[in-house]
């Protein structure tokens, strides 16, 4: 079992930036992958970027540019850098690590609300 705790959401102005962490625990030695999916309502959860164990990192196209995730491999910890933030960023971001065997976890997820 891998347990993700998040934190850093908050309320932020068009243009302003986060930072959110996310903290394994448990059986972090199975965890390959880690990252960030957001969901907000209405709306099927969506990728946001994901970062493996080697570094390789994927961002979908719309926050490539603007946000950067980070991955502290020795502190089981990965982290999304969010600038020039915008309103369609406004959603619940859930960190989520994936297993060498494929096993999904998640967080509970953390708030972005971005007003204009």
């Known amino acids: 079992q891998v347990q993700l705790v998040e934190s850093g959401g908050g309320l932020v102005q068009a243009g302003g930036s986060l930072r959110l962490s996310c903290a394994a625990s448990?059986?972090?030695?199975?965890?390959?992958?880690m990252g960030w999916y957001r969901q907000a309502p209405g709306n099927q959860r969506e990728l946001v970027a994901v970062?493996?164990?080697?570094?390789?990192?994927n961002y979908a196209d719309p926050v490539k540019g603007r946000f950067t995730i980070s991955r502290d491999n020795a502190k089981n910890t990965v982290s999304l850098q969010m600038n020039s933030l915008k309103p369609e960023d406004t959603s619940l971001y859930y960190c989520?690590?994936?297993?060498?065997?494929?096993?999904?976890?998640w967080g509970q997820g953390t708030q972005v609300t971005v007003s204009s």
């Open positions: 989520y690590a994936q297993t060498v065997g494929k096993f999904n976890y």
């Open positions: 970062i493996t164990s080697g570094g390789s990192t």
């Open positions: 448990g059986s972090t030695f199975r965890i390959n992958a």
